[in-house]
């Protein structure tokens, strides 16, 4: 069918000879538009007869732009034809590598789905070299900004895991995480979308505490950040519920569960009854938690819910060893919370007690004792009514 297609074409565009290459233009552009709307078969007849047009006809084989002809590789992979769709990306690769190309973002991504192509025929050898080549131009080619890169890097580590090499795959999420929390900072929806990474990655591994640490990570993240924050905090939060509840804590997996349920249902602006979550409850059960939830929901508000969150985010580098981002974390969990309590608060020299043992787990003993001086003041002061 698709020779004939492409003889009746070759007929056309003889009849349409004087029109230039116009005929060709008006191919392209069809095929292109048929790929966009994922008409995938007439998209691959289309671009089979645009590059049999401008290599046979018209003799200059590059009227069909590489981006049509990436096109019409998707086109080919959709339809499950992967050797045409590695073929085409193959000769892209080569023509890229004879003028000089080959170290760009566009390489990178040809060379990361040649690797997917790869990966469906069952090619593991051919796939992680692919996949390595692929990472070692996108690092060489993009900023660090380009989300590319550490899509790039979960993606091969997803691919790792599913060949059961778990060091190779956690040092990839470790990378995409480092990556994202030094370029966009700690509150970006991308570190904690990595930190969950990690923590499901660690939890299918048998390590319960990384994966709660980076669940936990991931939760402070969103509770700091603007952007997408209250679905986010929920859905993480019932992530932690059903983490706790697998690992038999079943009063922080009530906590969390009471946390993200109010969360969502404020997101969708719905009550909690009306929640899916609470479907399964009768009238009196619900009824009894209300009261809790109420307190729950007013509990993450408001400045002090700043610092607990910080509080949580230092907790969790401190138990994960990440001693930098641990001791920049305490600092800022101090100096929400003195700002939301006051310096003179009865409870901030407690608060400051609970920091310095943070301090001294991370070995940094001066600074532990000097917040252990400040909270001894604060007692003394508060005790002598000064």
């Not at 074409?9 to 349409?16: D, G, L």
């Not at 690092?139 to 059961?164: C, H, V, W």
């Amino acid at each position: 069918m698709r020779n004939a297609a492409v003889l009746l074409m070759s007929f056309a565009a003889v009849a349409h000879a004087a029109a230039g290459d116009a005929f060709l233009a008006r191919v392209i552009s069809e095929f292109e538009t048929a790929s966009r709307q994922g008409r995938h078969l007439q998209a691959a007849m289309l671009g089979e007869g645009a590059i049999w047009l401008s290599g046979r006809i018209y003799k200059q084989p590059d009227l069909v732009s590489q981006e049509s002809t990436k096109l019409l590789a998707e086109a080919y992979a959709s339809q499950k034809h992967y050797i045409k769709a590695q073929r085409l990306y193959e000769n892209l690769l080569s023509g890229r590598e004879k003028s000089g190309a080959s170290i760009s973002a566009e390489s990178g991504d040809m060379l990361m789905r040649l690797g997917d192509l790869h990966a469906l025929q069952g090619k593991i050898p051919e796939t992680e070299s692919l996949y390595s080549k692929a990472l070692d131009v996108q690092q060489k080619a993009m900023p660090r900004r380009d989300p590319r890169l550490t899509e790039g890097m979960i993606q091969i580590g997803n691919f790792y895991t599913s060949l059961g090499k778990p060091k190779e795959a956690e040092q990839l999420y470790k990378s995409a995480f480092d990556v994202r929390r030094q370029v966009f900072g700690e509150q970006d929806t991308s570190v904690s979308d990595a930190s969950i990474v990690l923590a499901d990655f660690y939890e299918t591994q048998g390590d319960a505490g990384k994966a709660e640490q980076f669940y936990r990570l991931a939760l402070s993240s969103q509770e700091l950040s603007g952007a997408r924050r209250d679905r986010l905090v929920g859905v993480t939060a019932l992530l932690l519920a059903r983490f706790y509840d697998a690992h038999g804590d079943t009063a922080a997996s009530e906590r969390f569960y009471m946390r993200g349920a109010v969360t969502l249902a404020q997101s969708y602006g719905m009550s909690v009854r009306e929640l899916p979550l609470f479907g399964a409850a009768s009238p009196d059960s619900l009824g009894a938690v209300q009261p809790e939830l109420l307190e729950e929901a007013m509990k993450y508000s408001g400045p002090l819910a700043v610092a607990e969150s910080l509080k949580n985010q230092a907790q969790a580098y401190v138990q994960l060893r990440m001693l930098v981002e641990a001791r920049l974390a305490i600092e800022h969990s101090i100096a929400a919370y003195e700002r939301a309590l006051g310096a003179d608060h009865p409870e901030f020299s407690s608060i400051l007690e609970e920091h310095a043992k943070m301090l001294q787990a991370i070995g940094d003993s001066e600074s532990a004792q000097a917040l252990l001086r400040r909270a001894l003041d604060l007692r003394s002061r508060a005790s002598s009514g000064q």
